[in-house]
């Protein structure tokens, strides 16, 4: 699930970097597949319409990552408190002189 997570999010970093290709490509072809030039020299309409939903979507999976590894970090260094508190135990026990 993640492989495609990272395929999808470059796949939309790259889409969003050649926004402008893509609008030259539209503004002049745009009789094709509408009825009104929408595709404007400024890029606007691509912008508000193509990018903006891309860029969402990056921002939320970089979210979803912090979050994830955060959580990670917090599991692992709980562990970490956990085995040491264990290690402690055991010295604890070993130098504690034996009753009789």
């Not at 319409?49 to 979050?67: A, E, K, Q, R, T």
Request: glycine share 2%; charged share 20%.
């Amino acid at each position: 699930m993640e492989i495609f997570k990272r395929y999808f999010f470059f796949v939309y970093c790259y889409l969003c970097t050649f926004r402008e290709s893509i609008n030259q490509m539209a503004s002049t072809n745009w009789k094709i597949f509408s009825r009104q030039p929408y595709f404007d020299k400024n890029g606007l309409f691509i912008s508000v319409v193509f990018s903006m939903p891309i860029l969402m979507n990056c921002i939320l999976m970089v979210g979803s990552w912090l979050y994830q590894s955060t959580q990670l970090m917090t599991n692992l260094k709980l562990a970490q408190l956990k085995e040491q508190l264990k290690k402690e135990k055991e010295i604890k026990e070993k130098t504690k002189p034996k009753q009789q």
